[in-house]
């Protein structure tokens, strides 16, 4: 004999003392979801209630808390409430989870800008000043891109068919603005590329100031006209919204000049102090390190949990206002990492925040199973018509030439029906061994089982690999996996193999359990897209970008 | 015996008419249907999944009279008056020694006016009372009197009768030592198993010792006043303890329970803190099943940590290769994620500490409460300061002390009151144990005094 699953709804009010109260006795209708990635998706229920009481209860804002036990089974805010009348008064409450509070408010950072596109002219005011104070812009300011050269891409003063005069100099000076974003640091290497070298007369100074007319600001080292690598110029206030690179030289007059300095590699970088990672000139910073940052921005929502990546991202720069959950995503391309936030997950905490994880996938983990008799409203389809066996992979290399390789697998379901399928993939600036691993992901992909997706409802309780049998009211979308038993066809239902695979393990997308009927059932979606080529493409996007400028 | 039907104060015994065909029934059965889940075209049968639980309809056929008409119009409308939310319900039928309580949710008095009756100011009608599924004794028995010790406990409850869960109440008197600041953060926890020989509380001495270098030493203020001390180098992973269960002793453990470890540990890192991890059958951290792992901040204080939760499948008895038959425990001076390799400097020794295992059990009923304001220097429930707490499954009311409840936030209060599963009526059912434990979850005393008393209202399908 067992008690019934022992479900609670209870809200706590903001602010003041924190009432609590227990709704679980005046509601109907009670459901909630779970979605991957997103963490507590939404709640609702309905209360039979007179519309002009007082329910300081289901005060918008109120947090809120589904509970089994001691477990909280999902956790959020209420935000709204929709009055309604039939046979007598209700009142109907959504509840969504504290991963809204990541889109309550906007942020704007450069974790590392290396883009070229946001160097440009002096403004107007400052050509005037420096022309007044006697600097001629007479040289050519230019973006060096890469493609087969050894030279990295920088920013190019270009003295060459230019005349000195006397008692004038003869510079150029290039900016940066970061869309009102404080910088925190310019890094950069300077080179002479073409002209004579360790002449103090020339003036090659980096600068982060305040303003377009050089109000107040920070200077570098000057270089005159010597090779630095590996640079580093920091801010020492928050108020440094410019960047400036400049490369000016005075003489008595009359020289041609044969020179050209360049500002390679310019890498902006906010005022988030995060630690660099990787080797000048390919720094940058993980997907986790600026995920974290993006969090701790967020009032409300502690992190548990963020599994530490290694891949460096050598872009990231936000200048527009956008939500921190956008800015979570975007970062997420790069590595596919399950996140969601959630509600406490052990009995002594007493945290009313939301709980952020960031977590790898776990494909080969079956971290539930349900049998196949338990499963009502089954419903799993497959895309067989885009199986592959093969796929031709284009790429243009470091030389320029396009080039196509081939990648193969076998695929017992098209060998045995004769047929072949081929899939073209245009990679773009690549190399050989990115477009061969790329082939193989492809393949892994579409060249074995394709992707199953759909869902099941079950009522009956469900068995955790750690936690043994529970109700089906603790699934949810956590970056967790389902084994379905028993939906094998013949033909494979006998192997011996047993082993987490493809054909029997889906990831769970979307939970959503409703407690409206006698017993308590959920609703699980699942799907086995994955998004391996997507990162693949995501990185190799990235490369491409920045070599060439 | 005489049958006897009261609502409230009010006694309806000399109006119920219980003539074969008049329709009386309080013990209507058709407020619980058993739900089945699964497709009929994917295997055979289906699987039960639980009963739905609905208000129970008991229905009462009256003849009403008074001295005069207009006095049985007055004597419905004070029937009508008397049928309220919340007003009990007891029912004796003349055969039975004792009477059956109900709580009522709604009621309705429905007469049917018949003339020639009506003029002899009397009226038939029909007492349709919706209550609550389960019949009770209407009274809190008392279970365990007093039980007075010293810090986490296993006690044994006897005697629960019914076919249902009895509602329990569990109070616990905080007792005036915990008085020593207004501000006092507390845990009480409390975990109910159907087994009379789970064992909830593991003492230090209780543990089998594996360390290389650790011992049992004595210290005021842990568990018993004693703790395992693993006295080896803080880098690294170590197995320091077993949590070994006799041969075919873990089918007491089936089910699921929260793990809480009462430890210290006097190592700190640069960047991180050792973890508690605890392993079920394994021989090494990566083999077995792992119940989860917790980061011990380095203190001089005793402090509870939740590892997490372990469950034993329910295996009629039979050996579970993965469970075996312990867990065993590791301190790692990394953190998950981290090599094994970071230097620690040792604040005091021995390195690690443990005093005591605490098992939650969670399937029957658990609760837990968490807060951090006692204040009794307003209207205590008791003289001497002792600070209640009254953890009870009737309804939704958790009751505190009437200074500090208003306090309170409801999610410090997880878990429900207690159940109390009985093994058959009317005999009494076999022991089964409550699992205890209170204090400062940061400073914890292994030494406080515990004062416990556990009631029951037992339940019944039918009628007592």
């Known amino acids: 004999m067992h008690p019934r699953t022992q479900i609670r709804v209870v809200s706590i009010e903001q602010g003041g003392e924190g009432q609590g109260h227990d709704l679980t006795d005046d509601i109907e209708g009670l459901s909630w979801s779970s979605v991957n990635p997103g963490g507590d998706e939404r709640c609702t229920f309905t209360l039979k209630r007179s519309w002009f009481s007082a329910n300081p209860e289901i ?12 477990d909280v089974l999902w956790q959020g805010r209420v935000e709204e409430t929709n009055r309604s009348a039939d046979s007598t008064e209700k009142i109907a409450v959504t509840a969504y989870g504290l991963g809204a509070r990541l889109k309550d408010g906007t942020f704007q950072e450069i974790f590392i800008d290396g883009d070229f596109s946001g160097w440009g002219e002096p403004s107007t005011q400052r050509r005037l000043n420096q022309v007044g104070a006697g600097l001629s812009f007479s040289p050519q300011v230019s973006i060096g891109a890469q493609d087969a050269g050894a030279t990295e891409p920088g920013l190019l003063i270009d003295f060459t068919s230019t005349e000195t005069v006397a008692s004038r100099a003869m510079g150029a000076e290039i900016w940066y603005y970061g869309g009102g974003v404080s910088i925190g640091k310019l890094r950069y290497s300077f080179l002479v590329l073409s002209g004579p070298e360790g002449n103090a007369t020339w003036q090659d100074q980096a600068f982060v100031l305040n303003d377009d007319i050089a109000s107040a600001f920070n200077s570098g080292t000057d270089h005159n006209a ?23 030289y005075t003489d008595g007059g ?51 949990r963020i599994d530490e990546q290694s891949f460096v991202v050598q872009q990231a720069a936000y200048k527009e206002p956008q939500p921190h959950e956008d800015g979570i995503s975007d970062l997420n391309r790069f590595e596919g990492c399950d996140w969601g936030t959630w509600g406490p997950d052990s009995p002594l905490d007493t945290s009313i925040e939301g709980q952020f994880d960031f977590k790898d996938r776990e494909p080969e983990t079956q971290h539930w199973f349900v049998p196949r008799r338990d499963c009502e409203d089954l419903d799993l389809h497959s895309e067989t018509s885009t199986l592959y066996g093969a796929v031709d992979v284009t790429f243009e290399d470091e030389t320029g030439v396009r080039r196509t390789i081939r990648r193969e697998v076998d695929v017992p379901d098209l060998d045995g029906a004769g047929i072949t399928r081929v899939y073209p993939l245009d990679i773009g600036k690549s190399r050989q061994d990115v477009a061969e691993q790329m082939g193989d992901a492809f393949l892994a992909i579409w060249g074995q089982f394709a992707p ?25 979308a956590d970056g967790s996996n389902v084994r379905l038993g028993g939906i094998l066809p013949s033909t494979s239902a006998l192997t011996l193999d047993s082993s987490p695979d493809r054909r029997t393990t889906f990831p769970i997308k979307r939970v959503e359990v409703d407690c409206s009927g006698e017993v308590p059932a959920a609703r699980v979606d699942v799907d086995q897209a994955n998004d391996t080529l997507s990162i693949l493409q995501a990185r190799q996007g990235l490369e491409s970008e920045l070599v060439a400028a | 015996m005489a049958q006897v039907l009261k609502v409230g104060d009010r006694d309806l015994s000399p109006y119920v008419r219980v003539a074969h065909d008049d329709g009386l029934d309080p013990a209507n059965p058709e407020f619980s249907e058993p739900q089945f889940s699964g497709s009929p075209a994917l295997g055979d049968g289906q699987s039960f999944v639980g009963d739905a639980v609905n208000n129970r309809l008991m229905s009462y056929p009256l003849i009403l009279s008074a001295d005069s008409t207009d006095e049985l119009y007055a004597l419905v409308r004070e029937i009508n008056g008397d049928l309220v939310k919340g007003a009990q319900v007891e029912y004796r039928s003349g055969g039975a020694s004792q009477s059956t309580f ?9 007469p049917k006016f018949e003339f020639w009756i009506d003029q002899a100011a ?11 599924p389960y019949g009770h004794t209407g009274t809190y028995r008392t279970v365990i009197p007093s039980f007075v010790a010293t810090g986490p406990q296993t006690l044994q409850a006897t005697g629960i009768l019914g076919d249902v869960f009895a509602q329990g109440l569990l109070r616990v008197d905080s007792g005036p030592t915990y008085l020593a600041s207004p501000v006092h953060p507390h845990m009480i926890a409390f975990g109910i198993s159907q087994s009379p020989s789970y064992v909830g509380v593991w003492r230090a001495a209780s543990l089998t010792n594996v360390g290389a270098s650790s011992a049992l030493i004595g210290a005021s203020g842990a568990v018993a006043s004693q703790y395992l001390g693993v006295n080896a180098s803080p880098v690294g992973i170590q197995a320091f303890a077993w949590l070994q269960f006799p041969d075919g002793d873990l089918k007491n453990y089936e089910g699921r329970q929260r793990m ?43 402090q509870v940590y939740d590892v997490g939760e372990w469950s034993v499948p329910r295996a009629s008895g039979l050996k579970h290769p993965d469970q075996s038959e312990r867990i065993e425990f590791f301190w790692s001076s990394a953190s998950p994620g981290q090599p094994s390799s970071i230097a620690a400097s040792l604040i005091a020794s021995p390195a690690f500490q443990i005093s005591a295992i605490m098992l939650v059990p969670l399937d029957v009923a658990a609760g837990i409460h968490l807060g951090n304001n006692w204040d009794i220097t307003g209207s205590g429930e008791s003289s001497g300061g002792d600070v209640h707490f009254l953890f009870s499954n009737e309804g939704v009311t958790r009751k505190l002390n009437a200074s500090t409840f208003w306090r309170d936030e409801s999610e410090k209060l997880r878990g429900n009151g207690p159940l109390l599963p009985p093994t058959g009526s009317p005999v009494a059912s076999g022991p089964l144990s409550v699992v205890f434990a209170m204090g400062n979850p940061k400073h914890f005393l292994g030494n406080r005094p515990v004062k416990l008393a556990l009631s029951a209202r037992e339940r019944f399908t039918y009628l007592r």
């Open chain 2, 102 to 110: 109900f709580d009522l949710e709604r009621g309705r008095l429905e």
């Open chain 1, 226 to 248: 010597t090779d630095s690598t590996n640079r580093t110029l920091t801010a020492t206030t928050a108020t440094r919204k410019y960047a400036l690179v400049a490369s000016n």
């Open chain 1, 59 to 70: 005060e918008r804002g109120n947090l809120l808390r589904v509970m089994c036990g001691i």
């Open chain 2, 122 to 132: 009397k009226v038939r009608a029909m007492l349709h009372l919706w209550v609550r």
């Open chain 1, 452 to 476: 199953a997706r759909g869902g099941f409802s079950t009522s009956a309780p469900v068995r955790h690999h750690e936690r043994g049998e529970l109700s089906p009211v603790y699934l949810r």
């Open chain 2, 260 to 302: 809480l470890v009462v430890a210290r540990s006097r190592v700190a890192l640069a960047s991180g803190a050792p973890a508690i991890s605890a392993v079920a059958g394994a021989n090494s951290l990566h083999d077995g099943r792992r119940i989860g792992s917790v980061v011990a901040s380095h203190s001089a204080q005793w």
């Open chain 1, 254 to 304: 009359g020289t041609d000049m044969t020179d050209l300095h360049g500002w390679i590699v310019p890498k902006v970088i906010g005022r988030h102090e995060l630690t660099e990672q990787g080797t000048w000139p390919n720094i940058g910073f993980t997907v986790d390190q600026m995920v974290r940052y993006l969090v701790e921005l967020v009032p409300g929502i502690s992190i548990r």
